[in-house]
């Protein structure tokens, strides 16, 4: 689906409707956009709270002090980004 959409004087967007109904976007929601190229993806965020239980915690990490558990993913990830 490619919709255009014109972009304000103040640099604001106005969402066309199609594309809130593709995206199951409501007032107040928070949408991401990433940059690849000289594209813009625009995507849903979710909510926290339905996030909650989706993603397994290993054992060892359950109640762990939440820095450690962030340095560990950060390096984790930046491990899968060097890797040739």
Do not use: Y
């Not at 969402?15 to 593709?22: E, F, G, Q, V």
């Not at 007032?27 to 926290?48: C, K, M, Q, S, W």
């Amino acid at each position: 689906m490619e919709i255009a959409a014109r972009l304000t004087s103040t640099g604001q967007l106005t969402l066309p409707n199609a594309i809130t109904d593709a995206l199951g976007l409501r007032e107040g929601d928070r949408v991401l956009f990433r940059i690849e190229g000289d594209h813009a993806i625009l995507a849903r965020t979710a909510d926290l709270l339905e996030l909650a239980g989706t993603v397994p915690v290993p054992p060892e990490l359950r109640g762990a002090d939440w820095a450690d558990v962030r340095d560990r993913a950060w390096q984790a990830r930046a491990a899968q980004l060097t890797k040739p």
